[in-house]
């Protein structure tokens, strides 16, 4: 089992940076398979990136690529969430999510697929 804590998000502006962390709890974190959603006012929570459990395999939504960078650090029991070139549409509450699997990752995307949750945190992008 495995306890998540996001922290790092905040209000910047359009156009800006931010990195967000989630340390998990649990001696067995080399082995999950994380990724970050965010949920919008009123919309749905939808998936954003995800990093397989070694951290060679990365996977994006559209609107992350290019943009956000998921990384890993096993020893640390983190991962983060590099996000660059901030839009106001990216305004949302973001959560860590991980599963222990040996599925691909690219066929996690769906919120039913992560069994472990954080309790999110709020990023909010002004125009």
């Known amino acids: 089992q495995v306890q998540l804590v996001e922290s790092g998000g905040g209000l910047v502006q359009a156009g800006g940076s931010l990195r967000l962390s989630c340390a998990a709890s649990?001696?067995?974190?080399?082995?999950?398979?994380m990724a970050w959603f965010r949920q919008a006012p009123g919309k749905e929570r939808e998936f954003v990136a995800a990093i397989s459990w070694r951290g060679g395999i990365t996977y994006y939504a559209d609107s992350a690529k290019g943009r956000f960078t998921i990384s890993r650090e096993n020893a640390k029991n983190t991962v983060y969430l590099q996000m660059n070139s901030l839009k106001p549409e990216d305004t949302a509450v973001y959560y860590c999510?991980?599963?222990?699997?040996?599925?691909?990752?690219?066929?996690?995307?769906?919120?039913?697929?992560?069994?472990?949750w954080g309790q999110g945190t709020q990023v909010t992008v002004s125009s």
């Open positions: 999510a991980a599963d222990l699997t040996s599925r691909a990752i690219g066929t996690m995307t769906g919120v039913a697929d992560f069994g472990y």
């Open positions: 649990g001696r067995t974190f080399s082995r999950y398979v």
